[in-house]
């Protein structure tokens, strides 16, 4: 059983709808690249969390965000695909009819 916890403030882009970053709360913003912060935005506080390996978050993998805010000290959650960017990915994701 792992029970490795991970206090983490979640931070909404107001560029981005969608758009979250996930940084541990004792280090805040301070190991995000300065690139992805002007691309993302001044970022609004939106939650903290208290991340386990077992608890559910709703559009990505606990133990993923857990990794890579270890390693790189952010996890940067997309905004999900538009209906019509999903039906171009589908489009070129078919069978090709021979």
Known sequence: MNTEKLICEVYKSPKHEGMYLY???????????????ERFGTPKPA???????????ARADTEKVMASITKSGYYLQLPP???EEMQAVNLKNSKINL
């Open 81 to 83: 695909p538009k209906d």
């Open 23 to 37: 940084v541990r709360k004792s280090d805040a913003m301070t190991k995000v690249p300065e690139a992805l912060l």
């Open 47 to 57: 939650m903290v969390l208290l991340l386990t390996a077992d608890k559910k978050l």
